[in-house]
């Protein structure tokens, strides 16, 4: 079946250290992208990827860094210069980006807590 | 950048009602889309409706869309306790690469 893994489910890491999160599509979509989401909150875009080696910041881009390396993987690394990394992350993808009517496709989200 | 936003609700209701919740939008869009997210869980596409579309329909499933007032209403008819989730709904603007804008989102909980 095609679809976006993340891993791990669960992540927990001490304050001041890096940490990455996996994002994995067998969907052959173009577009790929990272949310964040808090309680009480909607998603926020922290970055996308419309083509292999390239990416544009999102709205809440500081403090985190990714790479697109190959068309199924767009990691995210989260860095100790995210103040609040505490939080669910969803990567997403889509068939075109920028493409009118294109729905993103979700996967399970990775829980980071930072102590 | 715009942003969808849902009426800010908890709803509970009983199982065999319909379930309503609205969305307001600031801006001209190119689409707005509807997900359902179960807790714990990623988001999942329910519906598209276009900004030349009045309304659409998806099984129990019924999106209006006032592009006038900018605003999307998403109502689930005969609810199931599988219904139970947050719904989201999204924008996407041409002046923002259609990029999608996201609400809040609202709690439905459906009573068996």
């Not at chain 1, 989401?37 to 881009?61: C, E, H, M, T, W």
């Not at chain 1, 860094?65 to 690394?77: A, D, G, M, N, Q």
């Amino acid at each position: 079946d095609g679809g976006i893994t993340q891993s791990p489910k669960y992540l927990f890491r001490k304050e001041g250290q890096n940490v990455t999160l996996s994002c994995e599509q067998n969907l052959n979509h173009d577009a790929m992208y990272w949310y964040r989401q808090d309680p009480g909150q909607g998603l926020r875009l922290i970055y996308y990827s419309q083509i292999v080696n390239d990416f544009q910041k999102g709205d809440i881009a500081e403090g985190y860094s990714v790479s697109r390396e190959k068309k199924e993987s767009f990691p995210l690394t989260v860095t100790s210069a995210q103040k609040n990394p505490t939080a669910f992350y969803l990567c997403a993808s889509s068939i075109s980006p920028g493409k009118e009517n294109s729905p993103l496709h979700f996967g399970n989200g990775t829980r980071l807590t930072v102590t | 950048s715009q942003q969808g936003e849902e009426d800010p609700q908890a709803l509970s209701i009983q199982e065999g009602e319909n379930a309503t919740m609205n969305c307001s939008y600031k801006t001209s869009i190119n689409n707005l889309q509807w997900y359902r997210q179960n807790s714990g869980r990623g988001l999942v596409h329910l519906i598209l409706i276009r900004s030349n579309e009045r309304e659409k329909h998806s099984g129990r499933l019924r999106v209006t869309l006032d592009t006038s007032k900018k605003s999307s209403s998403l109502l689930i008819t005969a609810s199931r306790a599988a219904d139970t989730a947050s719904y989201f709904c999204a924008t996407a603007s041409y002046y923002g690469n259609n990029r999608l804008a996201f609400g809040k989102g609202n709690q439905v909980v459906v009573i068996p």
